[in-house]
T-cell receptor
Framework: NAGVTQTPKFQVLKTGQSMTLQCAQD?????MSWYRQDPGMGLRLIHY???????DQGEVPNGYNVSRSTTEDFPLRLLSAAPSQTSVYFC??????????????FGPGTRLTVL | AQKITQTQPGMFVQEKEAVTLDCTYD???????LFWYKQPSSGEMIFLIY??????QNATEGRYSLNFQKARKSTNLVISASQLGDSAMYFC??????????FGSGTQLTVLP
């Protein structure tokens, strides 16, 4: 199993550009989510999904869009990039179970710089 | 809203010694849990250990153990026999009702030779 994969690993955008960060998992997990990590801080939730066709907002959703058309894929779209969106983005997936079984598996991250 | 607090921005420990990293949480949920993750300088998030609020015993995973104090709402991570490879950022995180994780701000651990 590849686990959780993210592409690209690095990206530089100009202010106002749009792009899509890709995330895929091959563990048949119902739950998927996107986090951002700013320097010296913990991860903050952007959007999450509990299954195909179902998405919801997290703590910092503004400027981002998501969709979940399949169980495997959960892309994150930046609509009009701003310097404040410079960050490292992590995708994660898990079973929809409580306790230890609900461990979230993280992708390797995408380092995004907006100029 | 849940809040996770890690009060130690940075910690130093001598190689082979034990170290305790603090984590407290503010939640009104009766049933909750805490995950601990390690983030080395390479950036990936690595699961270490989990404690549920109804677990009767403190969780242990190899050199990692948790000191769970329910009344104080704290779950501190103890790393025994520290190794140079333990130098990393450590995060505790609490899952919400829809599995979304709320993270603390992290503790940067440096193991000294």
């Amino acid at each position: 199993n590849a686990g959780v994969t993210q592409t690209p690993k690095f990206q530089v955008l100009k202010t106002g550009q749009s792009m899509t960060l890709q995330c895929a998992q091959d563990m048949n997990h119902e739950y998927m989510s996107w986090y951002r990590q700013d320097p010296g801080m913990g991860l903050r939730l952007i959007h999450y999904s509990v299954g195909a066709g179902i998405t919801d907002q997290g703590e910092v959703p503004n400027g981002y869009n998501v969709s979940r058309s399949t169980t495997e894929d959960f892309p994150l779209r930046l609509l009009s990039a701003a310097p404040s969106q410079t960050s490292v983005y992590f995708c994660a997936s898990s079973r929809l179970r409580g306790g230890r079984s609900g461990e979230q598996f993280f992708g390797p991250g995408t380092r995004l710089t907006v100029l | 809203a849940q809040k996770i607090t890690q009060t130690q921005p940075g910690m130093f420990v001598q190689e082979k010694e034990a170290v305790t990293l603090d984590c407290t949480y503010d939640t009104s949920d009766q049933s909750y849990g805490l995950f601990w993750y390690k983030q080395p300088s390479s950036g990936e998030m690595i699961f270490l250990i989990y404690q549920g609020s109804y677990d009767e015993q403190n969780a242990t995973e190899g050199r990692y153990s948790l000191n769970f104090q329910k009344a104080r709402k704290s779950t501190n991570l103890v790393i025994s026999a520290s190794q140079l490879g333990d130098s990393a950022m450590y995060f505790c995180a609490n899952p919400g009702s829809a599995r979304q994780l709320t993270f603390g701000s992290g503790t940067q651990l440096t193991v000294l030779p």
